[in-house]
């Protein structure tokens, strides 16, 4: 992959990789917030054409005295100036077989890798083009006349701003260990209108294989999930290769993404708010059962439905105002510990030390899980991001792109997300 010769978003990748759009902070009832979804035109040119075709170094053999026609090169560039950062160059070699193809780009850019077909008549690029770049096509070629010759060619390709370029964030971060509900997530800077092109380019391998799919959220965010839970173990590798890739409406991929994460302990929480308990399992097992409290209802809901957590905080100032809570109910908390969040509109679990006499029996939150500071952190201590918690016994449910809904969706209704199902 060329080396990125322009300055790439780092503050917005970095808060697009740890939560996406969501800045709520505290237990919620108020409005449900949605989330954030050829042909070979190869031209042969004349002869010591330097602009669009090819051209022989000076040294280089003549006339040899037979009728054997020298040999001469062609790219699918046939232009000098503007070429398409999409294009994904050829070299064709005429009357001759490619013995090497030297591909490099102005400034920091550096050197287009690419590999020369057996034969020796075609060298094609490995990777797609750098905006606002010249590059310098060299071929030594072999003639049909038993003589070599080098040929020469440079273009130049467009230059775009970076609105007219979309940058990949992309989540877990590499090396990280998650939970088997954690879903890939992708957000682009900038929309992206065509969502097949740049979902072709986009790859998820892993080890032990699973089956998975590609779900649109919006023209900015898009999810990756196996059919059923990561199993415990499994190491995922995320391969976007978008760079140069024409995303629709006059856009572009901005490099090229590789991460690799793991998959670790497949530790699920079911929360029954009927009984107020929390039983706690991993890998199967069950470690322990939480008596808990959650929204009051009917003004503060918890929704059912399959969330799971998307971030964990030791501490946590928690602000009722954050999510429309005013006048005799609001609060302002500061220092809740063992803050874990399950959706952007501000469901928590966390240590709720002034509720314990209502844990097990009553439901008088503003719409949080609360427990006892000792089972708090024991449970923070053992999650990880993507840990999987299941809420039963209100008709509240969860709102699609509240949080990492993913898997709220059937596998079928899942698969239709995609923009090549």
Not at 97 to 116: E, N
Request: hydrophobic share 30%; net charge negative.
């Amino acid at each position: 992959m060329s080396a990125p010769r322009r300055r790439l978003r780092g503050l917005v990748a970095l808060s697009a990789l740890l939560l996406g759009a969501s800045v709520l902070t505290a237990c919620d009832n108020g409005d449900d917030l949605p989330g954030k979804s050829s042909a070979d035109d190869t031209a042969r040119p004349a002869a010591g054409d330097d602009g669009s075709g090819d051209s022989a170094d000076s040294g280089d053999s003549g006339d040899s005295g037979d009728d054997a026609p020298a040999a001469t090169m062609s790219t699918n560039v046939k232009k000098k100036a503007g070429v398409p950062v999409s294009t994904l160059l050829e070299v064709s070699a005429h009357d001759g077989r490619l013995s090497t193809v030297d591909v490099t780009g102005s400034g920091d850019v550096g050197a287009l890798t690419g590999s020369i077909t057996g034969d020796g008549a075609t060298w094609t690029a490995g990777d797609r083009l750098e905006p606002g770049t010249t590059y310098t096509v060299k071929a030594t070629l072999s003639g049909a006349d038993g003589e070599q010759a080098t040929r020469r060619q440079k273009f130049t390709t467009q230059d775009l701003t970076l609105d007219q370029q979309t940058y990949a964030s992309v989540a877990p971060l590499p090396g990280e260990t998650v939970g088997v509900g954690m879903p890939v997530i992708v957000t682009f800077d900038v929309p992206v209108t065509d969502r097949a092109s740049m979902e072709k380019q986009m790859h998820v391998t892993t080890s032990p294989e699973q089956k998975g799919t590609w779900h649109w959220m919006s023209d900015t965010v898009v999810h990756y999930r196996p059919k059923s839970y990561w199993q415990a173990g499994t190491t995922v590798d995320v391969n976007l290769d978008v760079n140069g890739i024409d995303a629709g409406n006059g856009i572009y991929g901005q490099e090229d993404r590789a991460v690799q994460f793991k998959v670790g302990a497949a530790n699920i929480y079911k929360v029954d708010m009927n009984t107020d308990q929390m039983k706690v399992t991993s890998n199967g097992t069950l470690l322990r059962t939480i008596p808990i409290t959650t929204g009051q209802q009917p003004e503060y809901t918890t929704r059912s439905g399959t969330k799971v957590i998307m971030e964990k905080f030791d501490s946590k100032d928690m602000n009722s105002e954050t999510v429309g809570i005013t006048g005799a109910d609001a609060y302002n908390i500061e220092g809740v510990q063992w803050a874990m969040r399950l959706t952007n509109s501000g469901e928590f679990i966390h240590a709720a030390p002034w509720s314990v006499g209502s844990q097990g029996h009553a439901n008088v939150s503003h719409g949080c899980t609360g427990m006892s500071t000792d089972n708090a952190d024991w449970l923070y201590h053992m999650s990880q991001r993507g840990d999987v918690v299941q809420y039963t016994g209100t008709t509240r449910t969860i709102e699609p792109g509240n949080g990492y809904d993913d898997w709220n969706y059937s596998w079928a209704n899942y698969k239709q997300g995609s923009a090549l199902s």
